[in-house]
């Protein structure tokens, strides 16, 4: 039965009103009533007093009770909900036939993830007549909730229809958005991805709202927000009673997470701590800290713990206003992050800031009306490609509340943003979209129907077009489950994400003892000098990721305290891309006889002179002689056996004193510096092959003393 026909089946003074404002005809009212009315029998309001309860006096006074202290909990919100329902519900097992309690146990019912039994109390409400015409409109919502499009627009268009002309100029906008939501959901949802979305199971979430995953590099190491208590006196915030937030981490032990803790340092503590991004290295995390003004402070992870947070550059704060996500470029040049400052298109928007040469920000810029809307937006996460940008929304396609949408920079703009489909995306609201370390899964946030508190975290598995459908057993799960996995297997294929970048990854250790090590690592453009980024590996694993853009020819170097700097030389071109090189790094102390090569030096074929490339490398050797004074080295050539022995040991010979005229030219010391041509008289690799020949034409460094 539609949703219009069910008012109609109210009591005679509501229907008229309504139908008046509706028709602006009586007539029209008269003939709905002759033909309607005889179907079914008018349900009764009862309202809490003794006329309608007039032998049970006692329970009379405890249901009003019930009723009074539910109000006040209902009207405080937040972790209240859920106690006012319960008084709500004692008061219905007394008297279910009254109009406003049972709308308003269906209120709460939708602020909660059993929005599926707010539908009964609802209708219930309209048969007994409620004198408000706000039941409608919850009726709608709670239709639309439960993917029952068509009869949620049939509530939102009379609710729309029937306000007077001052309130549909107020609330007339909001309405016609929610019927675009569940016209654009209908659409989405005719075409569903086919995925797996598993809760991550009771080790990770609980009882209490848990959102906001954040990932390592390595993809073992989740940190996310929880609003479960911690401590001996656990508080609650006034605003909306619900615990404080706090920064939780779980990890990755075989195809299982761990049960979820605390995390360690000085992180959490007395007021809101939540993720709110980690920079690409992993040694840096974001975090919201504060209430409603609060600002996104970083902490760096030092000597196995978490350092005590600071906040960040100013110019990427402003007094008032509140910033909650953040995520950074590869090379750290460039931030995104979530803001209410003025000057936005409504609400919360994207903005972005550059930093220069002297390490300082720009002034923020919005990211403009293609991507920010009127309406919030929350949660970014940049793809490793820097140019694929996730976030979610209550603007654009969405299909109600929050959806995760994917906007891409290109030709020197951001696309249209894309909604992920359905049933990643939901009518409620999904948020946190982080990729995993698999390129066919990601983790996000949602409140859905079956989870183990509010919002819970769950991971998504692309299915590629290749791979057949098959029910996951037990052992297959990502996380220990008490009870089975959300389950959603849809008939269309899905794009696998995938991220158009050389992904360089591996340990820094010493070279002696393979014991991690921590290191700094320069990102260099070879053809221009200049300094990209910097990244630290991981103290604790050695650890690094590096994510490589195609279209350029990079030097990379390693430093660490008391150890001979390690180079690498990566030249990517274009289609390049799409790949993962594991390359570990083995460093050697700085001590007498200890050699290093240096891989970004580079000569044109059968000459000797310094092409421009070898700039920024001879930069980092010079800058070790200057911090070690006493340093001596001796630069030697080699060569493969390609030509003649004597031509080979000439030209070995003359591109190991083209090194060491360029340290002279800048002041290093004569006496520090020797050079000697080896040609092909020391391989490192066979000659038999291309890639062996090219290992064997190299410069190298020796230290003779120290």
């Known amino acids: 039965m539609s949703g219009i026909k069910k008012i109609f089946h109210i009591n005679f003074p509501c229907v008229k009103e309504n139908l008046k404002r509706v028709t602006g005809s009586k007539m029209v009212f008269f003939f709905f009533l002759i033909i309607i009315l005889p179907l079914e029998s008018v349900s009764q309001n009862k309202e809490f007093n003794r006329t309608h309860f007039p032998d049970d006096r006692k329970a009379l006074r405890e249901a009003r009770r019930n009723v009074r202290d539910g109000d006040r909990l209902f009207e405080q919100g937040g972790g209240n909900i859920d106690q006012a329902l319960e008084l709500y519900l004692k008061a219905y097992d007394f008297n279910p036939d009254n109009a406003l309690l049972n709308m308003r146990i269906g209120e709460c019912y939708l602020k909660t993830t059993r929005k599926d039994q707010a539908i009964s109390y609802l209708e219930r409400a309209v048969e007994l007549n409620v004198a408000t015409l ?10 639309q909730q439960n993917y029952r499009f068509d009869e949620a627009i049939e509530q939102y268009t009379f609710y729309r229809q029937s306000l007077t002309p001052q309130e549909a100029i107020q609330q007339r906008a909001s309405i016609d958005r929610r019927i675009a939501e569940c016209n654009h959901a209908k659409q989405l949802i ?70 979820a803790e605390p995390i360690d340092g000085r992180i959490n503590t007395k007021t809101h701590e939540a993720t709110a991004g980690i920079k690409p290295d992993g040694n840096t995390l974001f975090i919201y800290r504060g209430d409603k003004g609060g600002d996104i402070y970083e902490s760096h992870f030092e000597k196995d713990r978490w350092k005590k947070p600071g906040k960040m550059a100013r110019s990427l704060r402003s007094r008032g206003t ?89 030709n020197g703009r951001w696309t249209r943003p894309e909604n992920l489909g359905y049933p990643i995306n939901s009518p409620g609201d999904d948020l946190f979209f982080v990729l995993g370390k698999e390129e066919n899964t990601a983790f996000f946030s949602a409140k859905r129907q079956g989870n183990y508190g509010g919002s819970d975290v769950f991971m998504i598995t692309f299915l590629g077009p290749e791979k057949p459908v098959k029910l996951p057993v037990a052992e297959d799960l990502s996380a220990a489950s008490v009870r089975p996995p959300q389950i959603n297997m849809m008939e269309s294929e899905v794009e696998i994400v995938s991220v158009p970048m050389t992904i360089l990854r591996g340990k820094i250790v010493d070279d002696a003892t393979e014991e991690p090590l921590l290191a700094i690592i320069e990102l260099y453009d070879n053809e221009t000098e200049d300094l990209l980024a910097e990244f630290n590996s991981h103290p604790e694993t050695g650890e690094y990721l590096i994510s490589l853009p195609g279209g350029k020819n990079y030097a990379i170097s390693a430093k660490a305290e008391d150890y001979l700097f390690h180079s690498e030389n990566m030249n990517i071109s274009e289609s390049q891309v799409d790949r993962e090189i594991i390359n570990d790094i083995r ?3 700085v001590e007498v006889g200890q050699s290093i090569v240096l891989r970004n030096i580079f000569f044109d074929t059968g000459a000797a002179e310094l092409r421009p490339e070898s700039y920024a490398e001879l930069g980092i050797l010079y800058k070790l002689m200057v911090d070690n004074p006493s340093l001596k080295i001796q630069i030697s050539g080699h060569t493969d056996n390609v030509g003649s022995a004597n031509l080979n040991q000439r030209l070995s010979e003359r591109r190991a004193r083209a090194v060491v005229d360029f340290l002279l030219e800048r002041g290093v010391g004569n006496e520090r510096l020797t050079y000697k ?7 490192i690799a066979t000659n038999e ?17 120290k």
């Open 134 to 143: 706000r039941i409608y409109y919850l009726l709608g919502m709670a239709y």
């Open 677 to 683: 041509g080896y040609g092909f008289d020391r391989p």
């Open 587 to 589: 460093m050697k102390k």
């Open 322 to 410: 509140q910033e909650t996500s953040i995520a950074f470029t590869s090379d750290g040049t460039r931030v995104y992050f979530i803001s209410d400052r003025p000057g936005g298109f409504g609400g919360k928007d994207i903005w972005t800031s550059d930093r220069n040469e002297k390490g300082r920000w720009s002034e923020p810029v919005n990211l403009g009306s293609m991507v920010n809307t009127e309406y919030d937006e929350e949660s970014l996460y940049l793809a490793p490609d820097d140019i694929t940008l996730y976030f979610s929304s209550k603007g654009h396609n969405s299909m109600g509340g929050f959806d995760i949408f994917k906007t891409v920079f290109r």
């Open 190 to 259: 005719k075409e569903p991805l086919r995925v797996f979305i598993d809760n991550m199971g009771s080790t990770v979430n609980s009882e209490y709202d848990d959102y906001s995953p954040v990932l390592s590099p390595d993809g073992k190491t989740m940190y996310f927000t929880s609003r479960r208590p911690i401590g001996r006196r656990p508080r609650t915030d006034k605003n909306d009673h619900k615990y404080f937030e706090n920064i939780f981490i779980t990890r990755k032990v075989g195809d299982r997470w761990s049960t």
């Open 689 to 705: 092959t291309a890639e062996g020949r090219q290992m064997n034409r190299r410069t190298e460094f020796e230290i003779i003393e």
